[in-house]
């Protein structure tokens, strides 16, 4: 009868995390968390791109836009939207059969801790029917 006390106290004891394990757990969990803090501004910005973008896609589609009326927009959409890390010069507006191809490529990197840093690239490109 005593053999089986014995046996469910050690059972319960080995239940659960250790202090070790939920530590190591809570280090994993926070560098994770961490780096969605630090890479969550360069996602948003680039949102801010894909919407100039496609906000000039649809000003201009089936329009007869000209490269300097696409340029000029974006500039324009680039100062109300605040973008940064990319400038309207850094759009590039090229003539391809039966439209304009605009095509905002960049890197954009992140810092995240001491010599550690997160690149990021990003490749918008649409095209704009005559």
Known sequence: MMGKYTTLTNRQRQAGMTTLGLIILLAFVGIF????LRLTPVYLNYMKVVGV???VQKEFDGQGPTSAGVKRSIRRRFDVESVSVITARDVKVTAVDGGLEVSAVYDHEAPFMSNISF???FDKTVIIRR
Do not use: E, I, K
């Open 53 to 55: 973008v496609d906000g």
């Open 119 to 121: 690149l990021v690239h």
């Open 33 to 36: 968390a961490f780096a969605l």
